[in-house]
């Protein structure tokens, strides 16, 4: 399936959608997340695809696209990442208030493409990548992070990288409703949201979220 084919397949099976806690912002989103599954392992004839993270607007990301449209002096003429992008959600707020460049990495070649239609749709610009980028540091000046503390290794090992970027003088900011493997206590928290989710997906109608910035100790 081609990168066209990716985009048509998202229009045709999700809806254009203001974001509950963002609504500045539209999505194509899902009326529900394992019939789409199904669906697109039909469409690829392919068993065993990751789960549509793109296909949503999960809690963290909504919180941190939130606190970057009220705070936009967080990314306002600079170079920002939105790593493990989805469905792009995040780097769209940055683009909306006034980030110089930002870069949607997802290593999904579905997310990818649902980066490109919301992007669109929301008539801002972002360059879409999916490469593993964890462990590199390519220079930019915020990085954004949604949702991210799910598995145990992902979350350690992505963390840990997020921690040397912010030392080296990036800012790095996480989204996040309280995930399992978040760090708390090695974190600092900026702002607090009650985001609108999907039943089916979470285990509340509002979850409690909130955007964190790494702590890093004075002289490391």
Known sequence: MTITDHEAFIRSHTRLLPVPHAPEISL???????ALWQKTEEE??????PPPFWAFAWAGG????RYVLDYPDAVAGLRVLDFAAGSGL????????????????DIDPFAA????????ANDVRLKVRTDNIVGRDEGWDV?????????????EAVFAWLVTLQRRGARVLIG????????????DCLATYRVPVTR???????????VWQPRIAPGT
């Open 28 to 34: 194509f989103v899902a009326d529900e997340a394992t």
């Open 62 to 65: 909504q919180a941190l696209a």
């Open 113 to 120: 493409s649902a980066i490109r239609v919301n992007s669109l």
């Open 44 to 49: 690829l004839g392919e068993m065993g695809l």
């Open 90 to 105: 995040v780097g769209i707020a940055a683009a909306k208030a006034g980030a110089e460049s930002v870069e949607a990495a």
């Open 143 to 155: 990085v954004l992070a949604g949702d991210i503390c799910y598995e145990r290794d992902l979350a």
């Open 176 to 187: 996040d409703p309280g995930r399992s493997y978040l760090p708390k206590d090695r974190l």
């Open 200 to 210: 089916a997906l979470e285990d509340a109608e509002i979850k409690t979220s909130r």
